[in-house]
C-alpha cells in the first residue's frame, strides 16, 4: 500500500532488509504501489508478466518503480459520510455536499496521496467523468489490463466497463468487489478506477 496513506511500505522495506541479512543468496525487494486495492493488484499482475518475460527480481522491481508513476488510480463514493469520518471532508461539507449531490472525484496523486481530482451533480456524471479520464490518459490500451472494483454497486461498475470499452477496449477488463480493508474508508457505493496512463 501507498507509503503515502500507510506505513505498510516502510514495514516492508526494514522486513526486506532483515531478510536480506538473514539469506543473502536471495533477493528482496519492496515497490512502493503509490497507490491501494487493485491499484496494487495490477501493479502484481504486472510483476507476474514480467517474472514470464524471464526478468529477475531486481530488473522486475527496477522496471516495476518507473511504471508506478504512470498508474492511475482514479475513484468516486457515493455516500460523502465516509469520507467525513476519514476526516476527509468536515460534517458541514458533507452535508452540504449530499444535499446538492455533489459525487467527487478522488485520485492517488504522484507522492501517493488520496486528493480530490474534480467534483461532479450526481452519480451519472461521476460514471461518465472516470470514463473520461481514462479517455485521456490511457496509454496503449488494447495491450494494457484496466481494473474496476466496486463498493457492492455492481451496475455502476458494468456501466463503467461499457464506456471504457467504448472508449479504447482494453486488452483485458477486470471486475470485481473493491476489498475491505480501504473500502472501510469510502463506503457502498465506491466505484474505483485503475490503469496505466501517460502519468498518474
Not at 457515493?78 to 476519514?86: A, E, P, S, V, Y
Not at 481514462?134 to 495491450?143: H, I, L, M, N, Q
Not at 486488452?171 to 498518474?200: A, N, Q, Y
Amino acid at each position: 500500500m501507498s507509503s503515502g496513506i500507510s506505513g505498510t511500505y516502510q514495514a516492508a522495506v526494514l522486513a526486506a532488509q532483515e531478510l536480506q541479512e538473514a539469506y543473502p543468496g536471495r533477493t528482496v525487494r519492496a515497490v512502493d504501489s503509490k497507490g491501494a486495492g487493485l491499484g496494487t493488484g495490477l501493479l502484481t499482475l504486472r510483476a507476474a508478466d514480467l517474472r514470464d518475460e524471464g526478468l529477475s527480481a531486481v530488473q522486475a522491481a527496477d522496471t516495476l518503480d518507473g511504471e508506478v508513476q504512470n498508474l492511475c488510480q482514479y475513484f468516486t463514493v457515493d455516500d460523502l459520510m465516509f469520507l467525513r469520518g476519514t476526516g476527509r471532508l468536515s460534517t458541514t461539507g458533507a452535508l452540504m455536499g449530499t444535499l446538492l449531490g455533489v459525487k467527487p472525484i478522488l485520485w492517488g496523486d504522484e507522492t501517493g496521496h488520496i486528493v480530490v481530482h474534480s467534483k461532479c451533480r450526481g452519480r451519472k456524471k461521476s460514471v461518465e467523468t472516470l470514463a473520461q479520464i481514462y479517455a485521456r490518459k490511457a496509454v496503449s490500451p488494447g495491450t494494457r489490463r484496466v481494473a474496476i472494483s466496486h463498493g457492492d454497486c455492481p451496475e455502476d461498475a458494468q456501466a463503467l466497463a461499457d464506456l471504457i470499452r467504448a472508449a479504447a477496449a482494453p486488452g483485458e477488463l477486470i471486475i470485481c468487489p473493491h476489498e475491505p480493508f480501504t473500502g472501510s474508508h469510502v463506503g457502498p457505493g465506491m466505484l474505483g478506477l485503475f490503469f496505466f496512463g501517460d502519468g498518474r
